[in-house]
């Protein structure tokens, strides 16, 4: 096999990586492959729908446990020593994450999807010396949320097209109007936030970016229920807050640069994502018992819906191995990583309506029967995954513009003045 | 037996394995042979000649770049290389709709000669299938059409013991049967479903060409009356043989399949680039580019299948398990080559659907590819046995 490259002083990283977990976690009973059809919590989990005493309690174990990392070197494994970081290799990331998958740890995502995998490279990139000093360390070792201020009422795919305003106020900044989809606002301490500073200038080129206090005056944030019932995000309402010209992200009118960086660690977190408890269910052994406690292994209508789904699966599956194997020998992931988004937005939500139909008039009413009426919280969760992230058909526009090099739509909105173009949504620019 | 086997067995271990720039390298060389001579319009000449395939073509892919050679084990004239090389010349040829008895001759015949361990048969015919100078094939003719063959299922029954023995029946469907030199039969022997080879000069022996879906890929009937045949591998043990032979045959065909796929992609892709209505190129409308970003991400998840499959089945570590990967394979090649094949003609709209167009080519192809293993309710099925469901 041809060698891999990078795996300079792995494997001392791996032996101290599992000493690390061995001390501070404990290892799973059960393999991802093992299913105990009938025992534990009956619950398929997508969306949190956890009341907020739950929910609290969620958050301040994946701070704890992000410090703990953090305190032993694992809480920024590709960071810059300088910030708080270790200065090591993606690899390395990939193989501490294998490595922890092994353990029953809290769930860190509050701080890492958005915060850590989006936010916090952004502000590497673009923020000043201070911010990075002031802002990175305290992200990394779990004592900061971020979150993600950019889509708007009227600002959805077209996110360039957003309306809040940014006037220049004395020494800084004053910010005015809604952004809307902001998950995990409600226990963010700051926010990146897209803003127009000249709707004079055609729409992408009079954007700047602020990273903004969410405890600042005039930052109202108002949980959105979602159709599947819990209130992971929400709408984040903006009014003469105050954010100093030190907070700025990039050049004035250079925000979309900044927002592309954060929008490529977004592609490149969503997707690629088998695991978590939804994944487990739709896979080939859970539903497998789901047909065999119901009497229909044998059904061979049931066996082909399943074959079919598996097969897109376990095609996935080794879509994202190559992808992995390219991406050790050094290769980039590239535009084509939209696939492996669509493909688990696809799997997913066919496997919950496959399990749907098995168990038939059970998930009408809760019967109260193990494995039946639970399957409700996927199924009602899928239809976001076709849209978080950038929807089904702006990927599809990514893949056949930037991948196969089609040629984009005659555009009559990135040439004219922001303030002429035809817009919906109330804020007045 | 037990002596050569072994042998065999220590020829397998010597497989030889492509770097990623030795694969990218070959993949060159075979796209460069094929383009210039196999275009559209020696493809279409070769479809019309006798044979069904341009011998002149054959002998230079064996002479010139020995690609018959290139997977088979090194003690009998070959490289010694894997499927995962098998799979990139294939691909090429797939992507060219190469008429050829490559497929039948070096993943089929080649393939079972090698699985059944029996020395003398390889001895006999592999150094001439590496060389390019024995064309051959393999036909499961059981009922189903599903190639797991079973006592009683089989068209062919044989009778005699040891090495001779006759063949009587007939085989409904055998790939390039009706050029091969040599056919390699599974038929109901003494001791269940038996490999037997037989040579297509033999006494009893009568082949008829037949019309095909896919003109690219001649298929013949073949009747046997009292013809002699030559035990294969042990009595009885096909079965096992002919797992195997599918493992390898529907990995490198799906390889075939993603190439046939990949052409039908770049088609649509540079016809909705360049044609124009309504004042700007049809793939500037969502409605368009959306089915070019189908086809896309189709392709993509087939070649990770093919790639995957071809790694399992040579055993690279970290792969998965061989059985399921190449049924995993199988089935979302197949699929997506219909899938993408149909879609092509769409986006061509009209010219599309002539017969001048290439695009009916793959569309044939990726039907019969589809159901040449027994088709779409075989191949789920076999991939949830596969999987332990």
Redesign the interface.
């Known amino acids: 096999m041809p060698s891999e490259p990078d795996g300079s002083g792995m494997d001392q990283f791996v032996a101290e990586a599992r000493a690390f977990l061995d001390e501070h976690a404990t290892r799973r009973a059960h393999t991802s492959d093992e299913v105990a059809w009938g025992e534990g919590e009956d619950r398929i989990t997508y969306f949190s729908t956890d009341p907020p005493e739950v929910e609290a309690a969620k958050v301040a174990a994946a701070k704890a446990w992000q410090k703990v990392r953090y305190d032993n070197g694992f809480g920024w494994i590709t960071g810059p020593p300088e910030f708080g970081g270790r200065g090591l290799s993606t690899l390395h990331d990939l193989v501490y994450d294998g490595l922890e998958a092994e353990y029953d740890v809290p769930d860190t995502g509050v701080l890492s999807l958005i915060g850590l995998g989006m936010i916090g490279p952004t502000i590497l990139a673009h923020g000043t010396e201070g911010l990075k000093r002031h802002y990175l360390p305290a992200m990394y070792a779990g004592d900061v949320i971020a979150c993600q201020l950019f889509s708007e009422p009227g600002a959805g795919s077209d996110l360039a097209g957003l309306a809040t305003r940014a006037v220049r106020d004395g020494d800084g900044w004053l910010l005015n109007g809604q952004k809307v989809w902001t998950s995990v606002a409600h226990h963010a301490a700051i926010g990146l936030a897209l803003c127009r500073t000249d709707p004079d200038k055609p729409k992408h080129k009079g954007i700047t970016a602020f990273l903004v206090d969410m405890s600042a005056p005039g930052v109202d944030v108002r949980p959105l229920r979602q159709m599947s019932g819990g209130a992971e995000f929400n709408e984040v309402f903006l009014t003469d807050v105050h954010v100093p010209d030190d907070h700025r992200l990039g050049p004035v009118d250079g925000g979309w640069g900044v927002a592309l960086t954060t929008l490529m660690n977004e592609r490149a977190s969503v997707g690629g994502e088998g695991a978590g408890a939804a994944g487990r269910a739709v896979a080939l052994p859970f539903l497998t018992e789901l047909l065999r406690a119901n009497g229909r292994l044998d059904d061979a209508a049931a066996r082909r819906r399943l074959a079919e789904l598996y097969a897109d699966q376990a095609a996935t599956e080794y879509l994202n191995h190559q992808a992995l194997r390219r991406f050790r020998a050094g290769e980039q992931p590239g535009p084509e990583a939209s696939v492996s988004k669509i493909m688990y937005g696809q799997n997913l939500t066919r496997g919950a309506h496959f399990a749907a139909e098995i168990v038939g008039p059970r998930l009408v009413a809760d019967t109260g029967e193990w494995g039946t009426f639970s399957w409700t919280e996927l199924l009602l969760a899928t239809p976001a995954l076709r849209i978080l992230g950038g929807t089904e058909e702006i990927m599809k526009n990514i893949l056949a513009e930037r991948v196969l090099g089609l040629p984009k739509e005659p555009s009559i909105d990135t040439k004219s003045p922001f303030r002429e173009l035809r817009r919906s949504g109330r804020a007045e620019a | 037996m037990s002596t050569s086997t072994a042998a065999m067995a220590a020829a397998d271990t010597t497989r030889a ?1 492509a ?2 720039a030795e694969l990218s390298e070959l993949r060159t060389a075979v796209r460069d042979f094929l383009s210039s001579k196999a275009d559209e319009a020696a493809v279409r000449a070769a479809v019309d000649s006798e044979r069904g395939y341009d011998d002149k073509v054959w002998a230079q892919i064996a002479a010139e770049l020995g690609l018959p050679a290139l997977a088979l084990p090194t003690a009998y004239g070959g490289d010694g290389y894997g499927v995962v090389e098998l799979s990139v010349v294939i691909g090429e040829m797939g992507r060219v709709l190469l008429p050829s008895p490559f497929f039948s001759t070096v993943v089929l015949a080649a393939t079972a000669i090698v699985a059944s361990g029996d020395a003398g048969a390889a001895e006999r015919l592999l150094p001439g299938i590496a060389a390019g100078t024995t064309t051959a094939t393999l036909t499961v003719p059981d009922r189903a059409g599903s190639w797991e063959p079973a006592a009683g299922t089989l068209g062919i029954h044989a009778t005699g013991s040891g090495a001779e023995a006759v063949l009587e029946g007939s085989a409904p469907l055998v790939v390039e049967g009706g050029t091969a030199d040599v056919v390699l039969v599974v038929a109901d022997g003494p001791g269940g479903p038996t490999l037997y080879e037989v040579d297509a000069t033999a006494t009893g022996f009568a082949r008829t060409t037949l019309r095909t879906l896919d003109l690219t890929r001649r298929v013949a009937r073949i009747d046997f009356s009292a013809a002699p045949a030559r035990l294969v591998g042990e009595p009885g043990a096909a079965a096992s043989v002919v797992a195997r032979v599918l493992d390898v045959a529907t990995t490198a065909l799906a390889a075939e399949q993603v190439g046939g796929a990949r052409a039908c ?1 770049q088609m649509a ?1 540079a016809y ?2 360049e044609r124009m209505q309504f004042g ?2 049809i ?4 409605a368009v ?2 089915k ?3 086809m ?2 189709r392709v ?3 070649d ?2 093919a ?2 499959a071809a790694r399992a089945v040579d055993g ?2 970290g792969s ?1 398990d061989p059985g ?2 190449a ?3 199988h ?2 090649c197949s ?1 997506a080559f219909m899938a993408v094949a149909a879609e092509n003609i769409q986006v061509h709209g009209g010219i599309g659907f002539t017969w001048e167009h290439p695009a009916h080519l793959y569309y044939r192809r990726a039907k019969a590819s589809q159901l040449l293993f027994g088709g779409p ?1 075989v191949y ?2 076999r ?2 046995r596969r ?1 332990g ?1």
Request: aromatic content about 4%; overall charge negative; hydrophobic content about 50%.
């Open positions: 394995e770097s990623d992609l892709t909705a680039k700007r190129p793939g500037s409308f969502q580019k959306h070019c970003a189908d896309l991400a993509q998840v087939a990770a299948a790639t995957e690279v570590p998965p399921v990967a049924a995993v394979a089935a979302v699929e309710a789920y099925e991939l949830l999987a469901v």
